[in-house]
């Protein structure tokens, strides 16, 4: 073999290792970070929507059992927003704009919506306002959510689904709406 297929041989490997350890990068460049520019310890994107699993769910003061409980949300399937977290804890945003840390077992990732107005909130047939009304979605009610497309969202609660406007709910919209800098508690912002 001539030395310039060997020094090619030789080059290979190297080349090679380099290749891994650029692609290495982007993979870790795209990995999903928190507003400081961290990683998510979870992988997952923030801000993003997940529901309380029960009734009774302790808000605490920070990311541990040690932190003083500020309030306990009594509403089960209720949207909130992780808007920060740790292993253990998301950090979030809930309808009145308030702050809190839940553990990570209160949390599921089915979605809902939460008309959070006085008024109620008409579920269409279909993707436009001049939809047919299937029923209305009563002020503070929580139904399950299916998929949002074009300004609409498509709504269930037991076996009736229709659609509702997307800016009309509470828990599908894409930017973060409470600071993640914020410490935690009650307010707006």
């Known amino acids: 073999m001539s030395s310039k297929a060997d020094d090619r041989f030789k080059r ?3 080349a090679l290792a380099l290749v891994a350890i650029v692609a290495t990068g982007l993979l870790v460049s795209a990995q999903a970070a928190m507003p400081d520019g961290r990683p998510t310890p979870t992988g997952l994107e923030v801000p993003r929507w997940v529901t ?3 009734s009774q769910v302790r808000a605490r003061q920070g ?3 040690d932190y003083r409980i500020l309030w306990e949300y009594r509403a089960a399937n209720l949207p909130v927003q992780v808007i920060a977290e740790t292993r253990e804890w998301r950090k979030i945003c809930d309808p009145d704009g308030s702050v809190a840390w839940i553990h990570r077992t209160v949390a599921s990732g089915r979605r809902s919506v939460f008309n959070r107005s006085d008024q109620e909130i ?8 001049t939809a047919s009304v299937r029923a209305r979605l009563s002020p503070h009610a929580i139904v399950s959510l299916d998929e949002c497309e074009d300004g609409w969202c498509r709504v269930r609660a037991r076996k009736l689904s229709g659609w509702v406007r997307q800016n009309a709910v509470f828990g599908t919209q ?6 993640a800098a914020r410490p935690a508690g009650p307010g707006r912002n």
């Open 12 to 14: 290979a490997p190297r």
């Open 52 to 54: 309380l699993k029960s």
């Open 63 to 65: 990311p541990g059992l």
């Open 122 to 129: 008409p579920i269409r047939a279909g993707r436009s306002e």
């Open 174 to 179: 894409d930017r973060a709406l409470c600071n």
